[in-house]
C-alpha cells in the first residue's frame, strides 16, 4: 500500500460529470443538456477570436484590466472590485481555498450546485446542506443552520437546476442576518436572463460580505473558453488575486468576452428569444401533463410522475436523438432538465415528450 495519500476530503469528491453531447449511432443530435446558449456567441465575439491568433505567441493580460473596464462600464460597477477567472467555476474554488479549510463550514441548499461542495471538500472544509422549500432557497432554513464555523453561504439566484429564483428582499435578509466570519455567495450564472436584475451588484456594494459570481458560459455562448468574473469588497478581491494564477486565462478568452459584453443588442436578443421559448415549452410540457415550475433561467425542470418515468423517458428522447440532463445527482431522482434551445429543438423535444406519455418507449 502506496504511503502517498491526498490531503483529507479530497477522496469525498464525486467528480463532477458535465452534460452528455453524443448518443452512439444517433446522428443529427440536440444537445439540451448543459444550457448552452442555442445560437452560440455574439458575431463581435467570434471575430475578436479570430484576430487574436496573430498574438498567440504573447503571454496574456495579467490584470485583465481591459475586460474589467468593459464589464465595470456595461454593469455600473467599479472595475477595481472585478476579478475575472477560468468560468466562475475558478472564482468559486478561490473563494473556498481563501475563505474555508479544516473545521470550517460552507452552506450550499438541497438542490444546489455540485461545484460547492466540491470546492468545500477540495479546500478540506465540510459541506453543508440545507434544505429548500419545495425547489425554491429558503433563507430561513439557511440562517437556521448557520454557526460559528460557517465561514461560505452559496446560493445561485436564479438557481440551477431548479430555475427558481427569491426575491431581493430575501437575499438582504440573508446577508444581514448571517455571522460576523460568514460570507454570502451570490451565484448569478443565470443572472442575465432575469430582465432588471442586477444578480446582486448593488448589494455587493453596500455590504462587506457579499461576493456576487457572473459568467460569460450561459447567455454569451461563450461556455468553450472558460469565462466567468466575480464582484466583490476590495479586501476579497485583493485575497483572491493572491491565489489566483497570473494568465489564467488566455487573451483569445479576455478579448472575446470583452467583445461579447459590449454587444448588448445581442444579448437583449438572445434574453428575449429565451423568455419565449422558455414560455413555450413549459406550456407545452403541462399539456402533455408535465409540470414544472417558473423558471427564470434557460432551461425548465420537468417533473416526471416518477424516478422510474423520468429514466423511461430520458432513453426514449436519446432514441429520438434529444439530449436531455439527468437530476438524480441533485436530489430530483423524478426531474429531467431541459435547456430552452431554439425553436426546432424545443418544438423537438415538447413532441417527443408528448409521445412518451402517449406510450411510445425506446425501439
Ligand atoms: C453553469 C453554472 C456556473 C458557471 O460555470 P462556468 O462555466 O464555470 O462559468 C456557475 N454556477 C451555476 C449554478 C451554473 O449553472
Redesign the pocket.
Known amino acids: 500500500m502506496s504511503k502517498i495519500e491526498p490531503q483529507p476530503g479530497i477522496l469525498d469528491i464525486q467528480p463532477y460529470v458535465g452534460g452528455k453531447s453524443h448518443i452512439d449511432g444517433v446522428e443529427n443530435i440536440v444537445k439540451l443538456s448543459s ?1 448552452e446558449n442555442p445560437f452560440g456567441p455574439s458575431p463581435a465575439a467570434q471575430e475578436a477570436v479570430k484576430r487574436s491568433v496573430h498574438q498567440l505567441h504573447r503571454y496574456p493580460s495579467t490584470d485583465h484590466a481591459s475586460l474589467r473596464q468593459a464589464i465595470a462600464e456595461v454593469h455600473g460597477l467599479e472595475a477595481r472590485r472585478i476579478i475575472c477567472g477560468v ?4 472564482i ?1 474554488h478561490l473563494l473556498c481555498q481563501a475563505y474555508a479549510g479544516p473545521g470550517d463550514e460552507v452552506i450550499h441548499t438541497e438542490h444546489g ?1 455540485a ?1 460547492y461542495r466540491i470546492g468545500a471538500l477540495a479546500a478540506g472544509a465540510t459541506p453543508v446542506e440545507v434544505p429548500e422549500r419545495e425547489r425554491v432557497t429558503c433563507v430561513d432554513e439557511i440562517l437556521e443552520a448557520c454557526g460559528p464555523k460557517t465561514r461560505l453561504v452559496f446560493i ?1 439566484n436564479p ?2 437546476p431548479t430555475g427558481t429564483m427569491i426575491g431581493m428582499a430575501e437575499i438582504e435578509r440573508l446577508a444581514a442576518g448571517l455571522p460576523d466570519r460568514a460570507l454570502l455567495v451570490l ?1 448569478g ?2 443572472a442575465e436572463y432575469v430582465e432588471g436584475y442586477d444578480g446582486g451588484a448593488a448589494l455587493v456594494e453596500t455590504r462587506d460580505n457579499v461576493v456576487m ?1 457572473r ?4 447567455l454569451y455562448g461563450l ?1 468553450g473558453l ?3 468574473w466575480g464582484y466583490a469588497p476590495q479586501e476579497i478581491i485583493d485575497v483572491l488575486n493572491r491565489i489566483r494564477g497570473p494568465f489564467n486565462l488566455s487573451q483569445t478568452a479576455l478579448d472575446a468576452a470583452e467583445a461579447a459584453i459590449r454587444d448588448t443588442a445581442y444579448v437583449e436578443k438572445c434574453r428575449v428569444e429565451n423568455a419565449r421559448m422558455r414560455a413555450w415549452l413549459s406550456e407545452a410540457l403541462a399539456e402533455h401533463g408535465v409540470p414544472s415550475d417558473t423558471s427564470m433561467a434557460n432551461f425548465v425542470l420537468a417533473r416526471m410522475g416518477s424516478a422510474e418515468e423520468a429514466e423511461a423517458c430520458d432513453a426514449y428522447l436519446q432514441s429520438e436523438g434529444l439530449i436531455v440532463r439527468r437530476v438524480a445527482g441533485y436530489k430530483l431522482p423524478n426531474a429531467l432538465r431541459i435547456t430552452v434551445g431554439d425553436e426546432p429543438s424545443c418544438r423537438r423535444v415538447a413532441h417527443a415528450i408528448g409521445q412518451f406519455k402517449a406510450g411510445a418507449r425506446c425501439p
Open positions: 444550457n468560468g466562475s467555476d475558478e468559486l450546485f461545484i445561485a438557481n440551477n451565484d450564472a443565470y459570481t459568467t460569460f458560459s450561459k461556455g472558460r469565462i466567468g
